[in-house]
């Protein structure tokens, strides 16, 4: 009998930020493409910035993305104070270090226990999920509110933050607050631990391709800010050098650019990057939990991202509280800069992955030009190889097992598609 054509269609791909589309195709028993769409409108934000004085960049770029604003925010002030030869340090680093702490906490959370987690335990949502787990549930909740609050403490509100500014800070906690605030970080912890031992039991499919791994990498701590940027292939370049590396190409499927490593391809980006390349960076006891977890000190399931997302999320609750810890309000609540014409660059690392920003200034601080390069543009290629290795290895199972296994292969990014998108249509088509 002549085998009909099939076709898995997903009009709505729930548990991602954002919206897109993706097509796999499938003949005679193997793979013949797989386009990763996004569809997003232009939304012209390297535009806007032009004309805008330096100082405004960290409010308009945090306005990209309600749920990492805060990592739009230390990319551009890291990238001006860099053009104008400004050093913050101190415990006004600390800080920018502390709210990076209440990001993650809470994105992280978000992830693991909303958006990823239903996945691998068979419920459509969250919600469904919460009827049989309600108490992961609800703890899942509580952790991403104190993430939230902790951006308010330091940054004066939980979304879009408006306290951070080039240099430093509008205005620094008060030490009381800050010591009061420790006390929720304290059973954080417990539940980060909690949250650790929950996705270790989980089912992982067997599926672990090679990749090069990109993060900054710091000499003293695990990465958010500063460091230089280094690959698991030779990659060791200061952050200026971004450019000479990679590069941002169009594609006839995607108003999105796609990142790559200039002569190599695709490449990843985000927590297993980070963990890959900065394992010795964590706080011993995040070590531990890690390798309690199953992990070894390298990993290549990105399946497993949702252990790692959880070693993540005790970590920046262990920093926080030594940041606390250690904490002495500063005199002024930041270093004064004097405009000057001049090219600056930054990159911190988002929950999803590194974040760079390039600006072009002229002598009165107005801004001439903008680059900002985000994870999840230079994750769509891993993605789509990803695919293009997963469908084959797990070709028998049923359309609505695969389906349901590629939409899980796309969330192992957690991709911030809602920069651009707001849904992700999924069609695998067999001849």
């Not at 193997?30 to 330096?54: C, H, Q, S, W």
């Not at 706080?283 to 993540?312: H, M, T, W």
């Not at 695969?402 to 707001?422: A, F, G, M």
Request: charged share 30%; proline share 5%; aromatic share 10%.
């Amino acid at each position: 009998m002549k085998e009909k054509t099939k076709s898995i269609k997903v009009d709505y791909l729930a548990r991602v930020e954002g919206e897109g589309g993706l097509h796999v195709k499938i003949k005679d028993g193997e793979v013949t493409d797989v386009k990763f769409n996004i569809f997003e409108p232009p939304r012209f934000f390297e535009a806007f910035l032009r004309g805008r004085m330096y100082t405004e960049a960290p409010d308009i770029t945090a306005r990209i993305c309600g749920i990492c604003p805060i990592a739009y925010q230390m990319s551009s002030v890291h990238a001006m104070e860099n053009a104008l030869g400004a050093k913050v340090d101190g415990q006004l680093r600390a800080l920018r270090r502390l709210i990076y702490c209440g990001e993650w906490i809470e994105s992280h959370a978000l992830h693991v226990y909303m958006l990823h987690a239903p996945d691998f335990l068979g419920y459509e949502d969250a919600i469904l999920m919460a009827k049989d787990h309600p108490e992961v549930v609800k703890q899942g909740l509580e952790l991403k509110k104190i993430g939230n609050e902790l951006v308010t403490l330091v940054g004066g509100r939980e979304i879009h933050p408006i306290n951070v500014k080039v240099g430093g800070f509008y205005k620094t906690p008060d030490k009381k607050d800050l010591k009061k605030f420790a006390k929720k970080l304290t059973w954080a912890q417990g539940a980060a631990h909690d949250m650790i031992n929950f996705v270790s039991k989980l089912k992982f499919p067997d599926f672990a391709p090679k990749y090069e791994y990109v993060s900054l990498r710091h000499p003293d701590e695990y990465p958010f800010c500063e460091g230089r940027i280094v690959s698991n292939k030779g990659i060791d370049i200061a952050i200026e050098e971004y450019e000479q590396y990679f590069e941002e190409q169009h594609v006839r499927h995607s108003t999105s650019l796609h990142s790559s490593i200039k002569k190599r391809g695709a490449y990843s980006t985000g927590p297993m990057a980070r963990y890959n390349l900065n394992f010795d960076k964590l706080y011993p006891v995040a070590q531990e939990a890690a390798l309690k977890a199953g992990l070894k000190e390298k990993c290549d399931n990105p399946f497993k991202s949702i252990i790692v997302r959880s070693v993540e999320t005790l970590q920046a609750i262990e920093d926080a509280l030594k940041i606390i810890e250690n904490y002495e309000q500063p005199e002024k609540p930041s270093v004064e800069l004097t405009p000057k014409a001049s090219r600056g660059c930054g990159c911190s690392e988002a929950p999803r992955g590194s974040l760079y920003h390039r600006y072009s200034l002229d002598d009165q601080g107005l801004i001439l030009d903008a680059k900002i390069v985000p994870p999840t543009s230079q994750n769509q290629k891993i993605i789509e190889s990803d695919l293009w290795k997963f469908v084959p290895k797990f070709m028998k199972l049923s359309h609505d097992e695969l389906t349901w296994k590629c939409e899980q292969v796309i969330r192992n990014y957690d991709p911030c598609i809602s920069c651009s998108c707001h849904f992700l249509k999924l069609t695998v088509e067999r001849e």
